[in-house]
C-alpha cells in the first residue's frame, strides 16, 4: 500500500514545484505590468495638468505659442474650468496623435473657444473628461485662452452620437463649443459612441436668453 | 503495524484527493471567470449597435433618416428623436435641364406632403455640384404661393423667424456650405402639400474633348438597423412562447425599394434641352434609358423613358462634338446693366512626343507626433506607391522630418530597382513621434538638392496633416526658393489642415490631394501621379488686347495638366465688341499661344451669374489669407446681391403676406384641394406628362407614398415646430463634419485584468501550497527510507 502511494505519485512535488512556481511568479507579474501600465495612464495624465499649468500660466498673452517640453507635438491653448464642478484643465492644440494622453485637446479644423464657429474640444473618459457626466444644463464653463481672451459658455443639451456622425457643424452659425467623450462612462472597453455637451457663449450673465427647449433628455435619464 | 499504516495513509489519501478537487475547481473558476472577460472586452467593441439602443431605449423605426443621408433634394421633418428625420413623402419630382453652350441651368420642382396632424416646420435639404449658382425659390404651401427674395443672410434670418412667430407660412434658403443648401419651411398645414421650385445655375464640365454634367437623385438610403421590437404571445399557458419577433419583417428590412414600386411611389420625370452650340456626335447616359426628340432649331430634347428606373443612380449625360468639329476653344459674353460678361474655354493642344519627361521627385514624409495612429500609416503607404511608381531615368531623394530632418541620400540619386526597394523598407519603418518643424525640411528640399537638369521636372511632394502653426513663413520660403520646382501637398488623415495644404499647393503651383482613408489611397494617388507623369501646360497667362482693362479670372491661372481646359471669366466696366484675350504659355519646353477675338464671342446668358459666383468663390479663398475679412465679406454681400445669388452672406427668404395659422384656429384643419396659379409651369408634377398619361397612376402613387409613410410612422415626427431641430439639420447636413477621436484609454481595463491575473496567480499558489502540504510528510518519509 505504501509503495503503491509513492509510486503512483513518484516525484512529483520536487520536480513540478519550480516550473509551477515559476509559472505563478510569472502571472502575478504580468498582471503587475498591466496595472501598472493602467496606473501610468492615470498618473502621466495627473502629472501633466500640473506641468500644462505652469507652462499656460507662463504661456499665457504671449504672441508665440510655445511648447510645454521641448520634444512635444503640441502646445498649450486655454483652460477650461467647469465652474460648478470646480475642475479646471488645460487644452491641447492638437487631438490628433498622442497629445490626448495629456490633457483635454482641440480637434483640428474647428474655431479656437469663443471664436466664431464650433470649438471641439475631446477628452478621455477616465481621466480627464470623468467630469463631463457631472455637467448639467444651465452649467457654466470659462475658458481662458492663451491670448489672454476670456469667454464664457453656458451648456446647452448633451447628446450621444457615433464618433463618425457627430452632428457637430465646425462652421456653425454663433459661437459654441462642443465638449466631447467616449460613452458610456463605465465600460471597460473602446467603442464608436460619444457622449457630446453642447455649450454656447454667453457675453453678459446677467441677460440670459432662456433655455430654447428642455434639453434632449440625456443627461437627466442617464 | 502494517494496518495502522494503511490506516493512516488513507486519511490523507482522501484529504489529497479532496485538495485536488477543489483546487482544480478554483482553477478552473478562475480560468472561466477570466475567459469570460477577455470575450466580453472583445464583444463590446462589435456590438456597438445594440449598446447604442439600449442607451437610448427608443426603439428605432424604419424611415427615419440623418441629414447625412440625403442625396438628393429631400424635405425633412423633425422626429421625436434628436438628431434622426422622417423624410416627408415625396409625390413627384420633375427635372428640367436646359443646356446653352457652356451653360446649364436647372430648374427642380418637387412636391411634398405634410403627413401629420399637427403644424410643422421642414428643412428642405439639397445636396448641388460644387459652384453651382443657386439664384431663385418658389414655393407653394397649400394655397400659398410665394417667391423668394435676395437679403443680406442675418436680416433674411430674422424676416423668417418673426414671420414664422406671426403663423404665416414662410421660407429660407441658406448656404451651409459651397455645395449644400437648405430651405426652411415654417407653418406647413397638417396633410398640406407644399411644392418647392428651385433653380441653379452651373457649368458644363469640360475634359479631354467630352462635356459632361451630373444631377444628384439618389434615394436616401434609409437608417433600418436590425428590428429590436418583440412580441411575445404566451399562448395556452404553456409558458412557451412561439413567436416571429417581427411580423413584418420583410417590409421593414427591405434594403432596397423595388424599383417598381419606387417608380411609382418616388416618380422623376427629366427633361434635358441640349443646345451643345455645335454639332453634337454621340450623347450618353450611362445609367438611364432617355427618349429623343430633334427640334427646328437644331437641339434636342431629351427625356427619361417610362420604363426607366429613375432614382438608384445619379443622373448623368455626357456628349462629344460630331467628327471632325472637335471645339477646343470657345468665348461667350452676356451684358448685364451695361457691363460685359466673358467665358472662354480652351484646351491646348496635346505634345506630339508623348514621352514622359524625366522627373526629380523630393519627397518629403512628416514623422511627427501628430501623426501618430493611422495617419502614418496611410502616409507610408502612398509613399511607398509614390516610390514604386518612380522610372530608372527619375532620379529622387526622400527626406523625413520630426522636430529634428534626415534625408535618406545626400542628394537626388537616380531611382534604380535597388534604391527604390532599400528607401520603401526604410518608410515602412518611419514612426511618428516628436515635434513638427517644418520650415528646415522644407528648405532643405528646395535649396539643396542641386540644379535641375535640363528638361526634367522637379516636384516637391509633400506629405503631412499640416499640423503646423507658422504657416505665412512656409508660404513665403516656397515663394522665394520654389524656383522651377512645383509643390504638391498630400493631406493626410480625416481632419488635416486643409487650408495650409491648399495655400501651398496654389504658391507652390501644384495641387492637393486629399487621402481621409486607407480605402481612398490608390484611386486618390492614381490622380496625383497622372499628373506629375504628363508634360502639363505651365506659366499660363492670359491678358486683353486692343488697348481694353478687365479683370480675368483666376489669376494666376493655375498649370494645366492632361486634357484640362482653361476657362476663364472676365468682366468689362463696359459694352465692348472688340479686341482679343491673349493667352500665353509653354509645354515641354516648347512656347505656346492662342488669341481669342472678342468679336466672335457668341451672346449667352448667365455668363454674369457664372462670373459673380466665380468670384465669389476667389473671393472665399482670399478671404482665407488676409486680416481685412469684413471688407472681403462686403465686396462678396454686394457682388451676391447684385446678381441674386445665394451665399455664404446673403440667403432667399419667401414670406406669405397672410397668416395661414392665425391664434385660435384649431390644429387639424381640413385638407385643402391645391389649384395652381396660372403661369405657373407645374403642369409635369400634376401628371400631365407622357410619363404618367392618366390621373388614376397619380393617385396610386400618393396610396403608396402613404403607405411608405406608415412604415416611417407619422408618430414619429415632432408636432410642433422646433427651430433647434431645423438647425440641427442645417448643422448636420455638413458632410464635412467633426469626426471625434477615440477618448476612452484602456486603464481601466488593463487594471482590472491585471489585478484579475495577480488574484489569480494568488488562488494558485494557495492551492499549491495547501496541496504541498500534504505531499510534504510523505516526501521526508520516502526520503528517510531511501536514507
Redesign the interface.
Known amino acids: 500500500m505504501r509503495m503503491r502511494v509513492s509510486g503512483r505519485k513518484p516525484a512529483s512535488p520536487a520536480r513540478v514545484r519550480r516550473p509551477f512556481l515559476i509559472l505563478v511568479a510569472l502571472i502575478a507579474l504580468a498582471g503587475c505590468a498591466l496595472v501598472f501600465k493602467g496606473l501610468y495612464i492615470h498618473a502621466k495624465a495627473a502629472l501633466a495638468q500640473t506641468l500644462l499649468e505652469t507652462s499656460f500660466a507662463r504661456a499665457i498673452g504671449k504672441p508665440e505659442a510655445t511648447r510645454p517640453w521641448p520634444w512635444a507635438d503640441f502646445t498649450t491653448e486655454a483652460r477650461l474650468t467647469a465652474r460648478r464642478l470646480g475642475t479646471s484643465d488645460i487644452v491641447l492644440s492638437d487631438a490628433g496623435g498622442e497629445a490626448l494622453a495629456f490633457g483635454p485637446a482641440l480637434i483640428g479644423g474647428t474655431a479656437r473657444p469663443g471664436d466664431e464657429g464650433t470649438s471641439v474640444i475631446a477628452a478621455h473618459r477616465d481621466t480627464h473628461f470623468n467630469w463631463l457626466r457631472e455637467v448639467r444644463p444651465g452649467d457654466f464653463i470659462d475658458v481662458t485662452r492663451r491670448d489672454g481672451a476670456k469667454a464664457t459658455f453656458i451648456v446647452r443639451s448633451a447628446r450621444i452620437a457615433r464618433s463618425d456622425a457627430s452632428g457637430i457643424d465646425p462652421h456653425r452659425d454663433g459661437h459654441w463649443m462642443a465638449l466631447a467623450t467616449c460613452w458610456p462612462f463605465d465600460a471597460a472597453q473602446r467603442g464608436p459612441l460619444r457622449y457630446i455637451v453642447d455649450a454656447e457663449r454667453v457675453d453678459d450673465e446677467t441677460t440670459l436668453p432662456p433655455l430654447a427647449s428642455p434639453p434632449n433628455g440625456l443627461i437627466a435619464s442617464r | 503495524m502494517?494496518e495502522d499504516?494503511?490506516f493512516l495513509?488513507a486519511t490523507p489519501?482522501r484529504v489529497i484527493r479532496a485538495r485536488m478537487t477543489r483546487f482544480a475547481a478554483l482553477a478552473l473558476a478562475a480560468c472561466l471567470a477570466m475567459f469570460a472577460i477577455l470575450v466580453s472586452?472583445a464583444d463590446?467593441?462589435t456590438s456597438?449597435t445594440t449598446?447604442?439602443t439600449s442607451?437610448?431605449?427608443v426603439p428605432r423605426l424604419a424611415g427615419l433618416v440623418?441629414p447625412?443621408d440625403v442625396n438628393s433634394g429631400s424635405l425633412l421633418l423633425p422626429s421625436k428623436e434628436?438628431?434622426f428625420f422622417v423624410e416627408a413623402p415625396r409625390l413627384k419630382t420633375d427635372v428640367t435641364i436646359d443646356v446653352d453652350g457652356p451653360i446649364l441651368r436647372a430648374k427642380v420642382t418637387q412636391r411634398f406632403m405634410n403627413p401629420t396632424e399637427g403644424w410643422v416646420e421642414g428643412t428642405y435639404v439639397f445636396p448641388l455640384p460644387e459652384g453651382s449658382a443657386v439664384d431663385r425659390l418658389k414655393m407653394q404651401v397649400g394655397e400659398r404661393m410665394i417667391e423668394g427674395r435676395i437679403k443680406p443672410r442675418q436680416e433674411a434670418r430674422e424676416i423668417y423667424e418673426k414671420a414664422k412667430a406671426e403663423g404665416k407660412k414662410t421660407a429660407l434658403l441658406e448656404q451651409?456650405r459651397p455645395n449644400i443648401f437648405t430651405n426652411q419651411v415654417a407653418n406647413i398645414g397638417p396633410g398640406e402639400t407644399v411644392v418647392v421650385q428651385i433653380e441653379y445655375q452651373e457649368t458644363v464640365r469640360m475634359s479631354d474633348g467630352a462635356f459632361s454634367f451630373r444631377f444628384p437623385m439618389v434615394v436616401a438610403p434609409r437608417y433600418n438597423p436590425d428590428p429590436i421590437v418583440q412580441t411575445v404571445d404566451f399562448k395556452g399557458g404553456s409558458g412557451f412562447a412561439v413567436t416571429d419577433p417581427v411580423p413584418d419583417r420583410d417590409k421593414i428590412t427591405a434594403p432596397v425599394l423595388d424599383p417598381r414600386e419606387n417608380a411609382k411611389t418616388n416618380p422623376v420625370s427629366l427633361t434635358v434641352n441640349l443646345d451643345a452650340g455645335f454639332p453634337v456626335g454621340e450623347v450618353r447616359t450611362p445609367y438611364h434609358a432617355m427618349r429623343e426628340t430633334d427640334n427646328s432649331d437644331g437641339s434636342r430634347t431629351y427625356s427619361l423613358s417610362e420604363d426607366s428606373v429613375p432614382a438608384d443612380r445619379d443622373f448623368e449625360m455626357a456628349w462629344n462634338s460630331a467628327a471632325g468639329a472637335v471645339p477646343s476653344a470657345g468665348l461667350f459674353r452676356q451684358v448685364v446693366d451695361g457691363q460685359t460678361y466673358l467665358m472662354a474655354f480652351l484646351t491646348p493642344p496635346s505634345v506630339d512626343n508623348a514621352e514622359k519627361p524625366a522627373r526629380e521627385v523630393i519627397f518629403v514624409i512628416d514623422n511627427?507626433?501628430?501623426?501618430?495612429?493611422d495617419?502614418i500609416r496611410q502616409a507610408r503607404e502612398a509613399l511607398a506607391l509614390a516610390i514604386s511608381r518612380l522610372d530608372a531615368r527619375d532620379r529622387f531623394n526622400i527626406i523625413r522630418f520630426?522636430?529634428t530632418y534626415e534625408s535618406f541620400f545626400p542628394g537626388l540619386v537616380a531611382a534604380t530597382p535597388d534604391r527604390r526597394e532599400t528607401a520603401i523598407a526604410r518608410v515602412r519603418k518611419l514612426d511618428?513621434?516628436?515635434?513638427?518643424e517644418m520650415l528646415p525640411a522644407l528648405r532643405e528640399a528646395l535649396e539643396n538638392q542641386g540644379p535641375v537638369e535640363k528638361g526634367a521636372l522637379r516636384q516637391v511632394i509633400f506629405l503631412t496633416?499640416g499640423?503646423i502653426?507658422n504657416e505665412n513663413q512656409l508660404f513665403e520660403t516656397i515663394t522665394k526658393d520654389r524656383g522651377e520646382a512645383r509643390v504638391f501637398t498630400v493631406g493626410i488623415?480625416s481632419?488635416?489642415?486643409?487650408f495650409f495644404m491648399t495655400r501651398a499647393a496654389e504658391v507652390g503651383r501644384g495641387t492637393f490631394t486629399h487621402v481621409g482613408s486607407e480605402a481612398e489611397i490608390g484611386e486618390k494617388m492614381k490622380a496625383l501621379f497622372a499628373k506629375l507623369e504628363n508634360p502639363a501646360m505651365r506659366d499660363v497667362t492670359a491678358s486683353f488686347e486692343g488697348g481694353i482693362t478687365g479683370d480675368i479670372s483666376p489669376d494666376p491661372i493655375p498649370d494645366l495638366y492632361f486634357g484640362e481646359p482653361v476657362v476663364l471669366t472676365a468682366r468689362l466696366p463696359e459694352e465692348i465688341k472688340e479686341g482679343a484675350i491673349r493667352l500665353t504659355g509653354e509645354i515641354a519646353g516648347n512656347p505656346w499661344r492662342a488669341e481669342l477675338p472678342l468679336d466672335k464671342a457668341a451672346p449667352a446668358t448667365g455668363i454674369g451669374k457664372l462670373w459673380a459666383r466665380r468670384t465669389i468663390a476667389d473671393l472665399e479663398t482670399e478671404r482665407l489669407t488676409t486680416r481685412d475679412s469684413e471688407a472681403l465679406d462686403r465686396r462678396i454681400e454686394t457682388i451676391a446681391l447684385d446678381h441674386h445669388l445665394v451665399s455664404r452672406l446673403t440667403s432667399l427668404v419667401a414670406v406669405d403676406v397672410t397668416p395661414s395659422r392665425p391664434d385660435g384656429e384649431p390644429l387639424g384643419s381640413a385638407k385643402v384641394p391645391l389649384n395652381l396659379p396660372a403661369g405657373w409651369d407645374f403642369d409635369a408634377v400634376f401628371g400631365e406628362q407622357p410619363a404618367l398619361p392618366s390621373p388614376a397612376p397619380m393617385q396610386k402613387a400618393q396610396a403608396g407614398a402613404n403607405r411608405l409613410m406608415a412604415v416611417a410612422d407619422t408618430r414619429m415626427i415632432a408636432a410642433a415646430p422646433?427651430?433647434?431641430a431645423a438647425q440641427?439639420v442645417?448643422?448636420?447636413a455638413?458632410r464635412?463634419?467633426?469626426?471625434?477621436?477615440?477618448?476612452?484609454?484602456?486603464?481601466?481595463?488593463?487594471?482590472?485584468?491585471?489585478?484579475?491575473?495577480?488574484?489569480?496567480?494568488?488562488m494558485?499558489?494557495v492551492a499549491?501550497r495547501l496541496l504541498?502540504s500534504t505531499?510534504?510528510p510523505?516526501?521526508v518519509s520516502?526520503r528517510e527510507r531511501a536514507d
Do not use: C, H, K
Open positions: 502494517l499504516d494503511d495513509l489519501q472586452s463590446a467593441d456597438d449598446a447604442y442607451a437610448t431605449a440623418r447625412n434628436p438628431g451651409q511627427s507626433g501628430s501623426m501618430a495612429g495617419s520630426d522636430d511618428a513621434e516628436g515635434g513638427t496633416d499640423a502653426g488623415g481632419a488635416p489642415n486643409s422646433t427651430a433647434e440641427a442645417a448643422a448636420s455638413n464635412n463634419m467633426v469626426v471625434l477621436p477615440q477618448t476612452a484609454t484602456l486603464a481601466s481595463r488593463d487594471i482590472m485584468i491585471g489585478l484579475l491575473m495577480i488574484l489569480f496567480a494568488v494558485l499558489f499549491s504541498w505531499f510534504a510523505e516526501t520516502t
